[in-house]
């Protein structure tokens, strides 16, 4: 499996990171394991880091339903970390079609962008 995970508890973050060749068993194994973790939580923001990525084979028969039936709750915040071509085309998808579903979701070229812009979207949200 080219995707490893890992769920921040004291940060309510769960980060992927995905790299070599990115495939749809990828996908659905790096999502069965983390439905398995006993420190999953759907409230948790989701940064996905894909900046190792040299190939993606994804299906969009595959992609498709795994946005449409997100785990994770849709106020969430999403970022992707993409800084290669190989993958930018499918995480242009994936935003396009995560935000018809009214979901925060938003590109970045290093983890740490991302991560500040979760913490900043936090900071900005009313009490």
Do not use: Y
Request: hydrophobic share 45%; proline share 6%; glycine share 0%.
């Amino acid at each position: 499996m080219s995707i490893s995970t890992h769920i921040d508890t004291a940060r309510k973050v769960i980060t992927s990171i995905a790299f070599g060749i990115l495939t749809d068993s990828d996908l659905l194994e790096a999502r069965r394991q983390m439905i398995a973790d006993p420190d999953f939580h759907p409230s948790f923001d989701r940064i996905w880091d894909c900046s190792e990525v040299t190939q993606v084979e994804l299906d969009d028969n595959v992609l498709a339903p795994l946005i449409a039936t997100s785990l994770s709750e849709d106020s969430i915040f999403r970022a992707i970390v993409c800084r290669s071509v190989a993958p930018m085309a499918h995480v242009l998808d994936f935003i396009a079609q995560a935000r018809r579903h009214h979901r925060p979701v938003a590109v970045f070229p290093t983890r740490a962008d991302a991560e500040r812009w979760i913490e900043l979207q936090h900071a900005n949200q009313p009490e």
